[in-house]
């Protein structure tokens, strides 16, 4: 007890919580700048089913800033900020007013993400900013696409995922058929919508899955790469699975069902699906990682 008391009551930390002082006017002032911008979205799109993810990656992004401020402040100081800030404050501010003036909310959280780097370089430098760069570049999924990039993608995973569920009812037995995107099961005809198994889904997996790789921190570089590589083929799986819940919901306890209430526990079902299956492909990389060094010991000896 002793220890963990002089470790969390060092000057180290004194400082840090001095700091915070020092930074308070720079977040009152963002705050005054973005708490219409956040009114909107939490009114706008941030209460649709596609981008219900946008709050939670602004959430998860300051407390990765929190947990990783106390080692940007030990290893920064202040003499170490650059004049370089001075030119990306200006273009964020540009950028925040052309937001603002047209309702570009992308350019309104892009000006965001580009004012918080600007302060950072200002009070600490480049080594802040590297310090502190997952939680800038995790920022970036809660910024809405171009919409016509949006259909132009989602189309072709909507036709994949509707393929899948397809076959996979179809060889357990359940009368099913799909022309395009809409699926027709006994009675019921189900159109695959683009909250279910779009390009915003499958961003918002990403981000859950590199989420997760910053939090454990593993240490092998083929493990971090390949368990990267492989959410993709995992958030597919997880919007299959989503579909066929909502399809056998549909099913057995008809249309209302299947879109009320259990329509948006299937949302719970699609992220759980994904965090079970990187849980899962993440042990099978352990276990292959583990698997070669013991090779490489034998060989060795």
């Known amino acids: 007890m002793a220890t963990m008391s002089k470790t969390f009551s060092g000057p180290g930390v004194a400082a840090w919580r001095g700091g915070l002082a020092e930074w308070l006017?720079?977040?009152?002032?963002?705050?005054?700048?973005?708490?219409?911008?956040?009114?909107?979205?939490?009114?706008?799109?941030?209460?649709?089913?596609?981008q219900?993810?946008?709050?939670?990656?602004?959430?998860?992004?300051?407390?990765l800033m929190w947990r990783a401020w106390p080692a940007m402040w030990a290893r920064t100081r202040p003499e170490h900020g650059t004049a370089a800030g001075w030119p990306l404050l200006l273009l964020a501010l540009l950028i925040y007013v052309v937001g603002r003036s047209q309702q570009l909310i992308a350019a309104d959280l892009l000006s965001l993400i580009l004012l918080l780097m600007a302060c950072l370089l200002l009070k600490r430098g480049w080594a802040a900013v590297r310090l502190l760069?997952?939680?800038?570049?995790?920022?970036?999924?809660?910024?809405?696409?171009?919409?016509?990039?949006?259909?132009t993608l989602t189309m072709p995973m909507k036709m994949a995922v509707s393929y899948a569920v397809e076959h996979l009812l179809f060889a357990a037995g359940y009368p099913i058929a799909r022309t395009g995107?809409?699926?027709?099961?006994?009675?019921?005809?189900?159109?695959?919508?683009?909250a279910c198994a779009g390009l915003q889904t499958l961003l918002s997996l990403e981000a859950l899955g590199l989420f997760y790789l910053n939090v454990v921190r593993h240490t092998a570089p083929l493990r971090n790469i390949a368990l990267a590589l492989l959410i993709i083929p995992i958030s597919f799986s997880a919007n299959v699975v989503r579909v066929i819940v909502l399809t056998l919901v549909t099913y057995y306890l008809g249309d209302a069902a299947g879109q009320g209430f259990l329509h948006g526990f299937a949302g719970m079902v699609l992220f759980v699906t994904a965090l079970c299956l990187i849980l899962l492909t993440d042990s099978v990389l352990q276990w292959c990682v583990r698997l070669r060094a013991a090779r490489k010991g034998q060989v060795a000896a």
């Not at 911008?37 to 939490?42: A, H, Q, R, S, V």
Request: charged share 5%; proline share 8%; glycine share 6%.
């Open 25 to 50: 006017p720079l977040a009152l002032g963002l705050l005054a700048l973005y708490l219409p911008t956040l009114n909107f979205l939490l009114h706008g799109i941030w209460a649709t089913e596609e």
């Open 52 to 63: 219900a993810h946008g709050p939670i990656i602004l959430a998860l992004s300051l407390w």
């Open 133 to 151: 760069w997952f939680p800038f570049f995790f920022m970036l999924f809660m910024v809405p696409l171009p919409a016509q990039l949006v259909i």
């Open 181 to 194: 995107v809409i699926l027709q099961i006994g009675q019921y005809q189900l159109l695959v919508a683009d």
